[in-house]
């Protein structure tokens, strides 16, 4: 491999001559080889947003020239059209603040500036510091990335993800409304719903994750920016931050506003972790609408039975014909990855000392993650899952009949003991429900078939 020598503060270092990042970068390369873990290309691209508006408003205050300020554009969109990949491959597991990570954006987009100004003929010098980097500090840049990131991951990626399943369970909810079929509380018999009531339950959980996680990004577009190494705003211009929000906001579609008190977003991180608690939320309900469908698919034969789910691969490698419950397997290990980073997440806010919170990047990371993994799942899930699941009618309709919990529907006409009286006795008999009940004199038929109407029970047309 060929080498060029950068230099830095602490002296001379090689770095691969390929390679478009300095000094500081290589020394965090080689200080923290630690798992297998990098910087996610979320934060990568975020970060190249936030150069490029730094430069911008640096221009417009007089902090940076135009040529400069430009070229750190330009080198900032070759980024963010991934042409520079392959040139951030520092670990998460690095300081704290993330001050690597923040020059390894500044040098390789100084060096590519620098290119892109020989290239126009006006080979001048970009410093990572002093033109990159110009206003800011890695305090105020890498919270400010991990909100952003944040926002743009959760509104164009999570929440389509979202509303596409939701749609889904929506349609099954209707095409199934008047499946009757029993109910379970306890993992026990229970009175009757529709197939579709038990959709429309999982769908509105999803419409009510929608809704907190949409009022929750409001919590991340205050931005630290602006209050550089402590809160105090020093080396940076009056009317940066203001600017900085404006811009960031144009470039990304997205509003964003300066933070009302720097101290408080340099060092804290509550709203991480009110939104991250929200993504667990979610999280909890794709494992409650897996786990039920699974339950409900459970068999086919010998289990519930109720749900028949798609063959979409062999379940096993011994038994022939087997039909796993794969997808729903793959939401609950999601969802459980999820909750384990929430901790990580809620402990590592804790953790801010003084003016700064140095768990940042395994925050950033979790984040990422779970935004991610989520997304994915629940598009996987929809397609290879709920779009394909249909009713075994004949299974609900047995599970249906057998059940005692329909003596419910006597109550109102003869009182909870003598329903009583009339379910044991078909349970130690072996008789109907119906039967029992005109042999215990309590009830005529008509009556029975009046008041026991499952569709009835279920509360179809109730508003």
């Given amino acids: 491999m060929n080498y060029r020598v950068e230099t830095d503060s602490m002296g001379e270092i090689k770095v691969p001559a390929e390679k478009l990042w300095g000094a500081q970068t290589q020394r965090s390369l080689e200080n923290f080889q630690i798992g297998t873990e990098k910087i996610p290309v979320e934060m990568v691209r975020v970060f190249a947003y936030l150069k490029k508006t730094a430069a911008l408003v640096n221009s417009v205050l007089g902090q940076l020239d135009e040529a400069r300020a430009q070229a750190i554009a330009a080198a900032c969109d070759d980024i963010l059209a991934g042409r520079l990949d392959g040139n951030f491959p520092l670990a998460v597991w690095m300081t704290g603040s993330g001050t690597q990570f923040n020059m390894n954006i500044n040098e390789v987009v100084a060096r590519r500036a620098m290119d892109i100004l020989s290239e126009r003929g006006r080979p001048v010098q970009v410093h990572p510091n002093d033109h990159v980097n110009r206003s800011q500090s890695s305090n105020d840049t890498f919270p400010t990335a991990i909100y952003v990131t944040g926002i743009l991951l959760i509104r164009r990626?999570?929440?389509?993800s979202l509303a596409e399943l939701h749609k889904k369970l929506s349609r099954k909810a209707k095409e199934y409304k008047n499946v009757v079929k029993i109910g379970r509380t306890h993992l026990q018999d229970a009175t009757p719903l529709t197939l579709g009531q038990e959709f429309s339950g999982w769908a509105r959980m999803l419409e009510r994750n929608r809704e907190m996680l949409e009022h929750g990004c409001d919590f991340l577009r205050d931005l630290a920016a602006g209050g550089t190494a402590v809160g105090t705003g020093i080396n940076c211009p009056d009317g940066y931050a203001g600017l900085f929000a404006e811009k960031l906001s144009e470039l990304t579609g997205?509003?964003?506003?300066?933070?009302?008190n720097k101290f408080q977003a340099l060092t804290s991180k509550d709203e991480l972790v009110v939104v991250h608690g929200m993504l667990k939320a979610l999280a909890c309900d794709l494992m409650k609408i897996a786990n039920d469908?699974?339950?409900?698919?459970?068999?086919?034969?010998?289990?519930?039975?109720e749900l028949i789910i798609p063959a979409n691969e062999p379940g096993s490698s011994?038994?022939?014909s087997k039909v796993n419950p794969t997808q729903c397997e793959a939401v609950t290990m999601v969802a459980v990855q999820v909750m384990g980073n929430d901790a990580t997440v809620g402990i590592a806010a804790s953790q801010g000392n003084f003016e700064l919170n140095v768990f940042m990047p395994v925050m950033a990371y979790n984040l990422v993650q779970s935004v991610r993994l989520l997304a994915d799942v629940m598009k996987s899930f929809g397609n290879h899952c709920i779009d394909g699941i249909v009713p075994n009618y004949g299974q609900i309709e047995r599970n249906l009949n057998r059940s005692l919990i329909l003596v419910t529907g006597l109550v109102p006409l003869i009182g909870y003991d003598k329903a009583c009286a009339i379910a044991e006795k078909a349970a130690a008999e072996g008789l109907t429900?119906?039967?029992a009940a005109v042999a215990s004199g309590f009830v005529s038929g008509a009556d029975y078939d009046k008041h026991m109407n499952p569709a009835d029970l279920a509360g179809i047309g109730k508003g």
């Fill in 157 to 160: 990626h999570l929440l389509p």
């Fill in 293 to 305: 469908i699974r339950w409900l698919a459970s068999g086919p034969r010998c289990g519930i039975g």
């Fill in 318 to 320: 011994i038994m022939p």
């Fill in 433 to 435: 429900l119906r039967d």
């Fill in 254 to 260: 997205e509003v964003f506003r300066t933070a009302p």
